[in-house]
Nanobody
Framework: QIQFVESGGGLVQPGGSLTLACKVDTTIFSTVNLGWFRQTPGKQRESVAVIKARGGTNYIDSVKGRFTASRDNTKNMVYLQMNSLRVEDTAVYFC?????????WGQGTQVTVSA
């Protein structure tokens, strides 16, 4: 079973930046596609970004140009650099495989964008 531990969330003003980090406990890290997801109360969890095993990335339209996903295969770490944050980016952020393992969701990290 793969374990995911997210960190780096916090409270930030609109227009601010945060970098989220996720430690992935698996021996196959370098071979898997990973995703960042977010969830707000009462809504389904949504995929925000995907970073492929070879580093290619995809983003949902609302974060394109503002968020950047990256990975460090030597440290089993995946990151989400978030710039120009908006109030609507407020959510709990999670990492998982691109096709999420249902039983492996971590605690997530809360991002709150507020003036």
């Amino acid at each position: 079973q793969i374990q995911f531990v997210e960190s780096g969330g916090g409270l930030v003003q609109p227009g601010g930046s945060l970098t989220l980090a996720c430690k992935v406990d698996t021996t196959i890290f370098s071979t898997v596609n990973l995703g960042w997801f977010r969830q707000t109360p009462g809504k389904q969890r949504e995929s925000v970004a995907v970073i492929k095993a070879r580093g290619g990335t995809n983003y949902i339209d609302s974060v394109k140009g503002r968020f950047t996903a990256s990975r460090d295969n030597t440290k089993n770490m995946v990151y989400l650099q978030m710039n120009s944050l908006r109030v609507e980016d407020t959510a709990v952020y999670f990492c998982n495989l691109e096709s999420p393992l249902v039983n492996s969701w971590g605690q997530g990290t809360q991002v709150t964008v507020s003036a």
